[in-house]
């Protein structure tokens, strides 16, 4: 699920009649049981590549795929700039904050730090 950082773009999105909303839904009405969030144009928010804006997303859209039916800690999330490239195949230098994601699944914990690395 690919979900717009930027501001206002997010708001939009998770909003009563907003599309990231209605995707998610979508996903799991269709039996899609797991997951990726990439929170894309990280570097357009303001300041580019905020940590503040990631944690504020992550605990949106956690609360929103919660609702939907899906586990948050089984949901990786990734900070992303499609533009760029950036956390796509390699770990970026532009967000030293990021640690990376975990997942928790009946198999186990897994980590990583890129969107590739999710898949």
Known sequence: LIIASG???????????????????LAFTLGV???IIAMNKMDTTSPPWS??????????ASSFIKKVGYNPKAVPFVPISGFNGDNMIEASSNCPWYKGW???T??????????????
Do not use: C, P, V
Request: proline share 0%.
């Open 51 to 60: 940590s503040d804006r990631y944690e504020e997303i992550k605990k949106e």
């Open 7 to 25: 501001t206002g773009e997010f708001e939009a999105g998770i909003s009563k009649d907003g599309q990231t909303r209605e995707h998610a839904l």
């Open 102 to 104: 975990d997942k928790e």
């Open 33 to 35: 049981k797991q997951l």
């Open 106 to 119: 009946k198999a186990g914990k897994s980590t990583g730090k890129t969107l590739l690395e999710a898949i």
